[in-house]
C-alpha cells in the first residue's frame, strides 16, 4: 500500500489567485494522478503527473490552468490557477502501485472560490 | 460521456439490514470494477474489486455481484452497521492500464 500526505486539507480563496496543493507519498512510485470531485459529481482525472517530464492532462485541462510539478517519485504539486468559484472543488491526489488494481487516495483538499 | 453510472444518490438502511449499491457502466472492454468507500474530510479508500471475468466476488460483510450482459454491478453489505455510512464509489478501468473511471457516488446511511 501507500500513504499519501496531501495538504492544504482545506482552503478558501479569492477569485483570481492561485492555489498550490502539495502531494507526498511514503515510497516511490513511478504513477501519480490528480482527481477534481465537484459538488455531487464523480471523481474526474485532471492529469498524470510524470516524472522528469510534462505531465499528460486529460481531454478538457490544459496546463495553464493546472500548472503540475512532478521534482521526484514521491512528490508533485498541483496549482490551481487563476480561480473563480467554478473551481471550487474536491482536488485528490492519487498513486497506482505496479500489480495491484487498486488506487490510493491522499485525504484530498476541498477549495472554496469567493 | 459518462462510462460508469450510479443513479442514486443515497440509500437509507436499518442497521442488521442488507444494504445494496447499484452502479451501471457503457464500455465493455473496462476489465475490472471496484468499488471505494469515502468518509467525510478522508480520500477514497478501496474496499473490493472483481474481475470481468467473474460475477461474483465476496470479502467479509461485502459482495460485488457482476453482470455483463446488462453491463451492471452490485455491491451487497450484509449485516448493515453504522459505521458503514460512507460514500460509495462504484469505479471500473482497463487491464495494463492505470486509468480509473468513476461514478458519482452513492451516500449510504446506515441508521441504528
Known amino acids: 500500500s501507500a500513504v499519501i500526505s496531501q495538504k492544504p486539507s482545506r482552503d478558501i480563496c479569492q477569485r483570481g489567485t492561485s492555489l498550490t496543493i502539495q502531494c507526498q507519498v511514503d515510497s516511490q512510485v513511478t504513477m501519480m494522478f490528480w482527481y477534481r470531485q465537484q459538488p455531487g459529481q464523480s471523481l474526474t482525472l485532471i492529469a498524470t503527473?510524470?516524472?522528469?517530464?510534462?505531465?499528460?492532462?486529460e481531454s478538457g485541462f490544459v496546463i495553464d490552468k493546472f500548472p503540475i510539478s512532478r521534482p521526484n517519485l514521491t512528490f508533485s504539486t498541483l496549482t490551481v490557477s487563476n480561480m473563480s468559484p467554478e473551481d471550487s472543488s474536491i482536488y485528490l491526489c492519487?498513486?497506482?502501485?505496479?500489480?495491484?488494481?487498486?488506487?490510493?487516495f491522499g485525504q484530498g483538499t476541498r477549495l472554496t472560490v469567493v | 460521456d459518462q462510462q460508469v453510472k450510479q443513479n442514486s444518490p443515497s440509500l437509507s438502511v436499518q442497521e442488521g439490514r442488507i444494504s445494496i449499491l447499484n452502479c451501471d457502466y457503457t464500455?465493455?472492454?473496462?476489465?475490472?470494477f471496484l468499488w471505494y468507500k469515502k468518509y467525510p474530510a478522508e480520500g477514497p479508500t478501496f474496499l473490493i474489486s472483481?474481475?470481468?471475468?467473474?460475477d461474483k466476488n465476496e470479502d467479509g460483510r461485502f459482495t460485488v455481484f457482476l453482470n455483463k450482459s446488462a453491463k451492471h454491478l452490485s455491491l451487497h453489505i450484509v449485516p448493515s452497521q453504522p459505521g458503514d455510512s460512507a460514500v460509495y464509489f462504484c469505479a471500473a478501468k482497463k487491464a495494463g492500464g492505470f486509468k480509473t473511471i468513476f461514478g458519482a457516488g452513492t451516500r449510504l446511511f446506515v441508521k441504528a
Open positions: 492519487s498513486v497506482a502501485l505496479q500489480g495491484l488494481t487498486e488506487a490510493f
Open positions: 472483481i474481475s470481468s471475468i467473474k
Open positions: 464500455n465493455s472492454m473496462f476489465d475490472y
Open positions: 503527473a510524470n516524472q522528469g517530464s510534462e505531465a499528460t492532462y
